[in-house]
C-alpha cells in the first residue's frame, strides 16, 4: 500500500500571508504512459463533506479560487495557499489514487494566527 | 452536471447489517470504476473499497480492516453503487462516501450518508 504522509500536523498562518502544506507518498504517484500523477487535495469544513482542490497534483478544480495551488511530481507534493483568508480555516487532506488502496494522508489543520 | 447521493445509513445494532446505495447521474455509470470512502466522526479519511466497470472485469478491491465483511457490487441498469456491510462494528460508525474520478475533472464525492453501530 502506498502510504501518504503530510507536514505539518497543523499550522497557523496571519491573514494574508501564506501557508504550505507538504504531502509526500511512500511510492511514486506519476504515471508514465500519460505523463500525470494521481495526486488530489481536499479542503474539509466541520460537519461539510471534502471539497475537491485540486487534482492531477496541480489542476485547480472547478470554482477553486486561483490562491490554491499544487505542484510536485513522483513521490513529493506541496498545496500552497496564498493570502490566507478566513474562510480558509479547515483540514487539508491529500489523497493518493494511482493505485488500490487509494490513500489519505492524515490531514493538517489550517488555523489563523 | 454529475450527482453522487448516498442513502441507507442509519443507526445499527453491534453485529448487525447494513445495505448502502449510492445513485449516480451526469455520467456514464457503467464506464466509471467506483470507490467509497469512509470517515468516523473526529477522524480522517479511510478508503474502504473499489468496484471497476464491468468491461474492465467489474472486479472489486478491498481495504484491509474491511474485507471479508465488506462487499461492493453495482447496477449498472440502475446507475447505482451498493455497499453491503456485515457484522458490523462499533468502529465502522462513520459518514460513507461514494466517489468516481474522471480523467477530466478528477475526483467526484456525494454528500454521505451517516452510519451509526451502537447497542
Known amino acids: ?12 498562518v496571519s491573514l494574508g500571508e501564506r501557508a504550505t502544506i507538504n504531502c509526500k507518498s511512500s511510492q511514486t504517484v506519476l504515471y508514465s504512459s500519460n505523463n500525470k500523477n494521481y495526486l488530489a487535495w481536499y479542503q474539509q469544513k466541520p460537519g461539510q463533506p471534502p471539497k475537491l482542490l485540486i487534482y492531477w497534483a ?20 506541496t498545496l500552497t495557499i496564498n493570502s490566507l483568508q478566513a474562510e ?26 | 452536471e454529475v450527482q453522487l447521493v448516498e442513502s441507507g445509513g442509519g443507526l ?21 470504476w467506483m470507490s467509497w470512502v469512509r470517515q468516523a466522526p473526529g477522524k480522517g ?26 462487499t461492493i457490487s453495482r447496477d449498472d441498469s440502475k446507475n447505482t453503487l ?4 456485515n457484522s458490523m462494528k462499533t468502529e465502522d460508525t462513520a ?10 475533472s478528477g475526483p467526484h464525492w456525494g454528500q454521505g450518508t451517516l452510519v451509526t453501530v451502537s447497542s
Open chain 1, 58 to 77: 496541480s489542476t485547480r478544480a472547478s470554482g477553486v479560487p486561483d490562491r490554491f495551488s499544487g505542484s510536485g511530481s513522483g513521490t513529493d507534493f
Open chain 2, 82 to 85: 451498493y455497499l453491503q456491510v
Open chain 2, 45 to 70: 479519511l479511510e478508503w474502504v473499497g473499489r468496484i471497476k466497470s464491468k468491461t474492465d472485469g467489474g472486479t472489486t478491491d478491498y481495504a484491509a480492516p474491511v474485507k471479508g465483511r465488506f
Open chain 1, 1 to 12: 500500500d502506498i502510504v501518504m504522509t503530510q507536514s505539518p500536523d497543523s499550522l497557523a
Open chain 1, 88 to 113: 480558509d480555516v479547515a483540514v487539508y487532506y491529500c489523497q493518493q489514487y494511482y493505485s488500490a488502496p487509494f490513500t489519505f494522508g492524515p490531514g493538517t489543520k489550517v488555523n489563523i494566527k
Open chain 2, 95 to 104: 459518514v460513507y462516501y461514494c466517489i468516481t474520478v474522471f480523467e477530466t
Open chain 2, 12 to 32: 445499527v445494532k453491534p453485529g448487525g447489517s447494513l445495505r448502502l446505495s449510492c445513485a449516480a447521474s451526469g455520467f456514464s455509470f457503467n464506464n466509471a
